[in-house]
């Protein structure tokens, strides 16, 4: 059993002290919006959340790519890693998007382009997630893991895209002000600030989680690996 | 023995072209035969429409904005209907390995599912529509919308072929299609819906030559890339 | 004619193929036995083309694998336990079909030639699906004897065949499939085994175990011949 490396403590401390550091922010350094109020607040770590989520997409296609290229384990277990990492945040990003819109537009939800297509991506790694079960060979799990997040990861922009345009062409007002609608608001400095800050401080936590669930990935290899030599 | 056996010597486009035609041709005369899978496709394409029918009211007013989705939705579940089934044949009787086992490229494999695939959801489509028609005393059959339906059809397929080909790999098979598939198509389904409902609510063109453009591209783009990864999908 | 050197093939961590040393002459039969498990279907598949080697090198008639995999195709017929014929086909159409794969030139008279060959002229029109097991494995030896090649890797082709069947297949496999042709052949029935073979090699644990000539064998049988490989 290897320990935990050093430098991953360290990143453990520092990514607590810097979300501490981002909570003081978003609650006291950042300014009180005037036309939402408090719950204004939620939308730095809705959108930090989102962030790590993206990290966590782009990272799942190109460790696709690179295990289709190599054919090595190992970006398996990154491409596992990301997609988890990635699933969980798009999550947490379409609940704080909720909680979010529903006292400013009175609605938990709306067809916002960049709120359905969080939800079509979680879907497409719960697909990925269902395809990997459904496989014995861990060979062809891998191989038929990484052209579905392939594939994923190109589907999910043109779906995007479509969205969009589907939006623009007829534009829905939800609730009240249609700035408000589609999410505009005047960000002071200070909440550029907070804002900047809180996605660094998420892309820190993103590379600590990331990190664990890639060395958890080798664990769970090597365990497999003894188990085998012990049947044998 | 051995007089008759000669090999062209063709350039390897045209031997390329005829084993396309010729998994085409085999997957065609076979249903043409059995008209299993058509005839599946079918019934459950216009039991879907049925159900609309009552579950959307559809009366003149809810049909004029309705109707490309109500076709394209039947359209797509009829779809997965039919690209698990000419894949199962494949599976079941070893004969992916003996297609595999011939000296083509793979991706002459996959176009010539592609084109079986297309053609089996084209002649469903060439029969919902009419009927959809007559039901409904409506003409929905347009120059325009046949395009659509053909630009739409072509996504579909090409991404289709690809899945079912892993589906039809795993334990769970058929149930597996439909969850694959339905995520990442809508991009091409979205598009779809889009340019059909412009040609059938007669809307100026500019407002449905962006959809159509976008057809287009992601029929360009999935069909790119399933063919690079095919190799993946079929070979260990 | 066949060259196999160091194969490793392995599925994720399991390793099936450890190191096998592998060598065929022009015309020889080999029998492959060896117990469930010990590789020997994926050895198969390894020189059909169908599954890459992990490491090691193959090479089929000079063409090495799996960098040369068309040409090896060309030269390889190929008959498993399944019969890799399409039911709704008649038994005429599936060898076009095939022939077409291969870019045969008179089809047509190689058709009725290899439908003679195996003894189906009769049932040319019948659907396949309407065959019995031991019809459409003839017919899956004339599919693969169709091009003509040089060597011949069978599969367990008595698998599901009962007693009438077996000794007709056995006709066909020596007369059509075997004349003149280098073969390998995988077996669990040791008594086709030794009234087919040349050479017996015997596979356990991923590796050839030991191997006998026909002329060798005679003192003993291949009984304790493949008892005492195993038990070594």
Known sequence: MTPTPRALRILEIVSFLLFVAAVWMVFFYAPLEAVMGAVQKVFYFHVANAWVGMLGFIAAGVSGIAYLRTHDFKWDIIEVAAVEISLVFFFIAIVTGSIWAYPVWNTWWTWDPRLTTAAILELIYMAYMLLRQGIEDPERRARFGAVYALIGSLSVPLTFMSIRLFRTIHPVVVGGANAAAQGGFDMTPKMLQSMLFAIAVFSVIFVTLFWHRIRIGFLAQTVEQLKLKLSQ | MNKAITRRSSSGLGSFLRAVGAIAWKDLAAELRSRELLSAMLVFALLVILIFNFALELDVKARASVTSGVLWVTFAFAGTLGLNRSMAVEKDRGCLDGLLLAPVDRSAIYFGKVISNLVFMLIVEAIVLPVYSILYNTNLISLGLIGVVLLGSIGYVGVGTLLSSMAVQTRTRDVLLPILLFPVIVPVLVAAVKASSGFLQALPMDEILPWLNLLVVYDIIFIAVAFMVFDYVVEE | ?232
């Open chain 3, 1 to 232: 004619m066949i060259e196999v050197k160091k194969l490793i093939k392995r599925f994720g961590l399991k390793t099936v193929l450890r190191g096998l040393d592998f060598h065929v002459e022009p015309g020889e039969f080999v029998a492959l036995l060896g117990p469930n498990g010990a590789g020997k279907t994926t050895f198969l598949r390894i020189l059909a083309s169908l599954s890459r080697p992990s490491l090691g090198q193959v090479s089929i008639a000079g063409h090495a694998l799996p960098a040369q995999a068309a040409e090896v195709r060309r030269t390889l017929g190929v008959v498993s336990h399944l019969p890799l014929l399409y039911g709704d086909l008649t038994a005429e159409e599936n060898l076009h079909f095939y022939g077409r794969m291969y870019d045969l030139q008179n089809l047509d008279s190689r058709v009725t030639d290899v439908l003679h060959m195996v003894g189906l002229e009769h049932r040319r029109r019948d659907l396949v699906r309407t065959f019995s097991r031991g019809m459409q494995q003839r017919l899956a030896i004339g599919r693969a004897v169709l091009h003509d090649p040089e060597v011949m890797l069978f599969d367990e082709p008595y698998t599901g065949l009962d007693q009438d069947a077996s000794a007709m297949l056995d006709d066909v496999l020596r007369n059509v499939a075997a004349r003149g042709r280098t073969v390998v052949m995988t077996s669990h029935d040791l008594a086709r085994a030794e009234e087919l073979g040349s050479r017996f090699d015997v596979l356990s644990r991923g590796a050839i175990a030991a191997s006998c000539t026909q002329k060798e064998l005679s003192a003993s049988n291949l009984l304790t011949f493949y008892k005492q490989a195993l038990a070594a």
